[in-house]
Every structure is written in C-alpha cells, then in structure tokens.
C-alpha cells in the first residue's frame, strides 16, 4: 500500500508516472517466510478495504472460514 500512496502524492502534484522493468537496477525480496507473508498480506487487504466495510467484514468471515 504504500506504493500506491507515493503514486497518489507523484499524480497529485503533477508528475507523470511510468510503469518500467528495475530489475536491473535493484533486487528485493519481499516475504522471507510464512509468517510474515501473513502479517504483509493481511496488513495490505485491511488497508485496501478499510473504506468498504460490508468487504472488510466480507473478508473476516472468510479468514475464520479457513
């Protein structure tokens, strides 16, 4: 999420964005383990559906589920 929140604060003061292959420029890895693949993808769909509740709630039911 907060990529997306630098692209909002590029856009919203008048830069163009650009969508380009870094791969060789910079190398990362984003989870290293289970757990915390966890914690990044439940921290990012809370913060992606904060604003639509019935999604949210939508989105609890089915982490219980499984």
């Given at each position: 999420?907060?990529?997306?929140?630098?692209?909002?604060?590029?856009?919203?003061?008048?830069?163009?964005?650009?969508?380009?292959?870094?791969?060789?420029?910079?190398?990362?890895?984003?989870?290293?383990?289970?757990?915390?693949?966890?914690?990044?993808?439940?921290k990012?769909?809370?913060?992606?559906?904060?604003?639509?509740?019935?999604m949210?709630?939508?989105?609890?039911?089915?982490?219980?589920?499984l």
């Open positions: 999420m907060e990529d997306k929140a630098i692209s909002e604060k590029v856009k919203w003061n008048g830069y163009r964005l650009i969508v380009a292959d870094g791969m060789k420029v910079a190398k990362t890895r984003m989870y290293t383990s289970l757990p915390s693949m966890w914690e990044g993808w439940t990012n769909i809370y913060l992606g559906l904060r604003d639509h509740p019935s949210l709630l939508l989105a609890r039911s089915v982490r219980r589920w």
